[in-house]
């Protein structure tokens, strides 16, 4: 974990000091990479991968983890961890914000769908008869926003259901 991390850093620091090219926010076949912490069923992390198959509409995939636990008593603690993985399309609507007075080339807001699968660990402390594993169906939206700091470099904030995240986002 740390050396995806590292990565991530060193991966970001290369495109904040590269050359300013182009400032838009959103186009067709454009691609972003995004790493973000959040919460959704506890404390996690996600990543997402999105790529523009038109000027207002992207396809992509999310994975991400959070984990939290429970303490009643001090021998009641318990544990639920959850991975899932999920398609998602979003709808960007940034090119429309010129007709309001917003400047669209730093701002990318976008409303989307979820749909995926997501596996469930839990644990307790005490015994083993609550311990366990499920797996289902993720579905969901999002409401989601990405400002541009640099040409390809934004930060971002995603409302939403399963997970509501805020991190990074690198456009490639």
């Known amino acids: 974990m740390k ?4 990565l991530s850093i060193v991966i970001t620091l290369c495109f904040l000091f590269s050359e300013n090219i182009n400032a838009q ?7 972003n990479f995004s ?8 404390l996690g992390a996600n990543a997402a991968l999105d790529y523009g198959i038109s000027d207002v509409l992207s396809v992509g995939v999310i994975g991400g983890y959070s984990s939290r636990s429970y303490g009643y008593l001090s021998s009641f603690n318990y544990r639920v961890s959850y991975i899932g993985v999920a398609g998602r399309v979003a709808a960007h609507f940034g090119k429309y914000l010129k007709e309001v007075g917003i400047n669209e080339e730093k701002l990318d807001p976008y409303i989307g ?10 644990s307790d402390a ?12 993720i579905l ?12 390809k470099i934004a ?7 399963p997970y509501s995240t805020a991190g990074i986002s690198i456009k490639f």
Do not use: C, H, P
Not at 126 to 137: L, Q
Not at 140 to 151: E, F, M, S, T
């Open 155 to 161: 930060l971002y904030v995603e409302g939403g259901v």
């Open 3 to 6: 050396k995806i991390f590292t």
């Open 113 to 122: 769908a979820v749909g995926g699968f997501r596996t469930v660990n839990y």
């Open 35 to 42: 790493i973000g912490v959040g919460v959704g069923y506890g």
């Open 140 to 151: 969901g939206g999002v409401l989601g926003a990405r400002y541009y700091i640099k040409d």
């Open 126 to 137: 005490y015994s083993s008869y609550y311990s366990g594993r499920n797996a289902g169906i």
């Open 25 to 31: 926010a959103f186009e067709k076949g454009q691609k």
